[in-house]
């Protein structure tokens, strides 16, 4: 599993976008040296999640919420358009990052290698 921000770098978390770009770089690589052996090696980059570290107690909309003096609604609005807007206008859920990973793991991807699945709803907008 990566992350947008491999491909989105942020100066505020330098080592982890540096990882998560040097992980999707190793995937594609490890993709061509191990398919002819019939592994299959892809990379999932989600963008924010409705994980505790944005959504739990405590977590980011908590945190702006309590700085900003607003409500953790108005919180969470305030982070998708401070992230550029996501085209469905939320987080991502766990779930749907897994049924993603489920799919790719499945017979159903048997041909499916050395690619990177974003799944951001919508947050990167370029190709």
């Known amino acids: 599993i990566s992350s947008v921000n491999a491909f989105l770098p942020d100066p505020g978390v330098i080592d982890y976008t540096a990882s998560k770009a040097a992980l999707t770089n190793f995937s594609k690589a490890l993709s061509k040296e191990v398919s002819p052996l019939g592994v299959r090696v892809n990379s999932v980059a989600p963008g924010p999640v409705t994980t505790p570290l944005w959504m739990g107690p405590g977590g980011m909309a908590d945190t702006l919420a ?45 041909n499916i290698t050395g690619s990177d699945f974003t799944i951001d709803g919508g947050l990167i907008k370029t190709l």
């Open 66 to 110: 309590g700085a900003m003096g607003i409500g953790r609604q108005e919180a969470v609005d305030q982070m998708i358009d401070g992230l550029g807007g996501f085209a469905t206008g939320r987080f991502t859920h766990p779930e749907e990052v897994a049924d993603l990973v489920l799919m790719l793991a499945s017979d159903r991807a048997a």
